[in-house]
């Protein structure tokens, strides 16, 4: 049973550093695509950021380009998005996906953790 399981949220202040990790476990994931969206209340969910596990290609959303960044650790099998900076505007719930092939479309993605939420205050 594939499992994504995300940890790292909480409340911060802005300008704050904190790292979110994405445990995934339940099958070999080297041949797909990792990535973090998130979801503000009343809102539809947005790419965050992606990578290719086995290259280790990145790709991120203009809104966190330079302040955010995606890595992993395949020892571990944890994907991580460290977050820089952050604004009011970066409060959501962030989610973990999967998906064999390279898009920024969550409905592309075949398997999704239960997300995290972070909340950040002024």
């Known amino acids: 049973q594939v499992q994504l399981v995300e940890s790292g949220g909480g409340l911060v202040q802005a300008g704050d550093s904190p790292r979110l990790s994405c445990a995934a476990s339940?099958?070999?994931?080297?041949?797909?695509?990792m990535g973090w969206f998130r979801q503000a209340p009343g809102k539809e969910r947005e790419f965050v950021a992606r990578?290719?596990?086995?290259?280790?290609?990145?790709y991120y959303a203009d809104s966190v380009k330079d302040r955010f960044t995606i890595s992993r650790d395949n020892a571990k099998s944890t994907v991580y998005l460290q977050m820089n900076s952050l604004k009011p505007e970066d409060t959501a719930v962030y989610y973990c996906?999967?998906?064999?092939?390279?898009?920024?479309?969550?409905?592309?993605?075949?398997?999704w953790g239960q997300g995290t939420q972070v909340t950040v205050s002024s």
């Open positions: 996906a999967a998906n064999r092939y390279d898009s920024v479309i969550p409905d592309r993605y075949d398997y």
């Open positions: 339940g099958r070999t994931f080297s041949s797909y695509a």
């Open positions: 990578m290719r596990w086995s290259s280790g290609r990145t």
